[in-house]
């Protein structure tokens, strides 16, 4: 099978980078979701190169490139910001509960012989 030639400066590199940039809505995902997913770069080298990969090479490969997994900005339309510091502050010490207080234990699995 033929494999993308991934080294810096190789033509094929240089121009999936350049389609790369331009984002996932100039090739057709118009989802709502303005970003990069491996299947859709997967789909993208199929596309440009007649080449098959699989979701684990395609992260292999983004990977060695020094490409890194990134989260979206946005956040939820519905997220209230004053109810999560409430939550944090009275709910979350009630649910987590208090620490156990040290109490000597041993760490042996096995009964200690005795005398």
């Known amino acids: 099978m033929r494999k993308l030639c991934a080294r810096r400066g190789s033509r094929q590199w240089e121009r999936l980078e350049r389609e790369l940039q331009r984002g996932p809505l100039v090739h057709g995902w118009d989802d709502g979701f303005q970003g990069w997913t491996l ?22 490969l983004l990977r060695r490139q020094r490409w890194s997994a990134q989260l979206p900005l946005r956040r939820a339309i519905e997220r209230d910001d004053e109810a999560i510091e409430v939550w944090k502050a009275k709910v979350w010490p009630q649910v987590k509960g208090s620490r156990r207080t040290w109490a000597p234990t041993s760490a042996s699995r096995t009964r200690q012989a005795r005398g």
């Open 39 to 60: 299947k859709r770069v997967k789909l993208l080298i199929g596309r440009m190169f007649r080449i098959g990969y699989t979701i684990q090479e395609v992260w292999k």
